[in-house]
Structure formats: C-alpha cells, structure tokens
C-alpha cells in the first residue's frame, strides 16, 4: 500500500494536481488558502488587495511581533476598500478553494489546517473527497484518525480553537495506527521555525495521546522550516511531512 501525505498546500494547485500520481491515496492535513507569502510576498490574498510593499510590511511587523501594529495596519487597509472587507475576503478565499479543490486528487482523505475556513468546504470537496475532523478511517488495513486545526495564538489566524476542544478530538480518535493532525505533538524541535526564529504552538494532548497509544505514525505539518523533521516517541515514528507549497512532492508512506 502506498498512500501520499501533504500539508500547508498553501495555493500550489498546480503541484496538488500531480501529488497522487503514484499513490493509493492521498491524505491533506490542510492549511489550503494561501494568505500571506512570507517568502514571495507579491502572493496570497493580502498582496492581490493591497499590493507587495503593502504585504511586506505587513509581515515584518508580524515577524518582529509587533501584533497590535500589524492589526491596527490591516484594519486601517480593510477600511479602504470600498464594500464589506468581508466580501472581498469571501471572493479570494472562494476562488483559491475552487482551485485547489479541483486540483485534489481522488481517493483523498482531508483535514483542516489552522488557515482554513471548514465553513466553506461542503461547497467544493468533490466526490473521493473524505473530510474527518476527530474521526477515523480504515485505509489499506490500518486505522487513521484526523484532528484539524490549530490553537489559539497570537497571529488569530482562521481555524485556533480552544485547547479543550483540540483534546477532546483527540480523545474521540482514540487507538490508531497513524494519528493524522495538521499541528506537531508540543515537542520544542519539531516546534521551532528556523527561517522564521519562532516556535509554533503543538498540541499537549496529542503528546500524550502518543505517549499513551504508541501508534505507528504521528504525521503533521504546520511548521514550515522545522528545527527537526522527525523524531522517535517510544515506537511512535513522528514525522513533519513538509511543506508542500515549498517542496512542491508529497511525503510516501508504504505498508
């Protein structure tokens, strides 16, 4: 069996298209829309509405964790549009989702990622399209569990939600043989960033969980440019597939 895993997408439909060529299946742990490039910033949908120079400076104020500059910024320029920002917001999140979604190859097993907005997923997710948020599925004789998402933090990116309900996801997966997530188990180098000099948030409880039901995988993405990109938790192989807008393939996973 042989099954590809992706994570933070973030708009590469043209590479999606390509990423089950192979495979048995394909499994998305999210982050779909692309809407800052910290790499490229004449990218994502604040570069579309406020132009390059405009982004730039936007992600360097987050980068230096200057947040109530960096909102008080982006409030002041979704003001100037003219209309709701909200609609403006919808049309760019609904044409990047249109693109992706089309570009998704069947079988595919999704989740969400922290910038994702599960709200609009029912529209576009296509036959051989299996979305699970705290839910499990059998592929190829073993058991997978998904749990999407991120937590709460400073950046107030779409899809943070409470710690407690991260838990509880985890805790209705239960025993699997590969745990899915779209953020790592909270352990400091698989959380820390190197190009962007920070630690992302990971998941206490899906720690434990490991800890606890030692499955065979532990998959994730969330963080771009890892410190580490595996490590070991007893006989749990925890492993940060890559970030596919960068790398552009998909990580293989053979049984």
């Known amino acids: 069996?042989?099954?590809?895993?992706?994570?933070?997408?973030?708009?590469?439909?043209?590479?999606?298209?390509?990423?089950?060529?192979?495979?048995?299946?394909?499994?998305?742990?999210?982050?779909?829309i692309l809407f800052?490039?910290?790499?490229?910033h004449s990218q994502g949908i604040f570069a579309e509405l406020f132009g390059a120079e405009r982004a730039g400076e936007f992600i360097a104020l987050r980068t230096a964790k200057?947040?109530?500059?960096?909102?008080?910024?982006?409030?002041?320029?979704w003001a100037s549009l003219e209309g709701d920002p909200r609609?403006?917001?919808?049309?760019?999140?609904?044409?990047?989702?249109g693109e992706i979604f089309a570009a998704m190859p069947t079988p595919a097993y999704l989740t969400y990622g922290n910038v994702d907005l599960p709200v609009y997923w029912p529209e576009y997710v296509r036959e051989g399209h299996h979305v699970?948020?705290?839910?499990?599925?059998?592929i190829g004789g073993l058991r997978f569990g998904f749990?999407?998402?991120?937590?709460?933090?400073?950046y107030r990116?779409?899809?943070?939600?409470?710690?407690?309900?991260?838990?509880?996801?985890?805790?209705?997966?239960?025993?699997?043989?590969?745990?899915?997530?779209?953020?790592p188990p909270a352990i400091p180098e698989l959380l820390y960033d190197v190009v962007a000099r920070r630690f992302e948030r990971g998941s206490e409880a899906t720690l434990e969980a490991i800890r606890r039901t030692q499955p065979r995988?532990?998959?994730?993405?969330?963080?771009?440019?890892?410190?580490?990109?595996?490590?070991?938790?007893?006989?749990?192989?925890?492993?940060?597939?890559?970030?596919?807008?960068?790398?552009g393939v998909p990580y293989v996973l053979e049984w």
């Open 157 to 183: 990116t779409p899809h943070e939600i409470d710690d407690e309900e991260f838990a509880r996801k985890v805790e209705a997966v239960g025993e699997v043989d590969v745990l899915c997530c779209h953020i």
């Open 1 to 32: 069996m042989r099954v590809h895993v992706v994570s933070d997408v973030h708009g590469r439909a043209d590479a999606l298209a390509r990423a089950g060529d192979g495979a048995d299946a394909l499994i998305c742990l999210g982050d779909l």
């Open 87 to 97: 609609d403006h917001i919808e049309r760019s999140v609904r044409r990047q989702y």
């Open 66 to 77: 200057r947040f109530d500059e960096a909102r008080a910024m982006s409030s002041a320029l």
């Open 217 to 247: 995988y532990a998959l994730f993405g969330h963080v771009h440019q890892p410190l580490a990109a595996r490590t070991r938790i007893g006989r749990t192989e925890c492993l940060n597939v890559g970030h596919f807008r960068n790398r």
């Open 132 to 138: 699970l948020d705290g839910e499990t599925v059998e």
């Open 36 to 40: 800052v490039d910290y790499e490229d």
């Open 147 to 154: 749990v999407g998402g991120g937590l709460r933090t400073q």
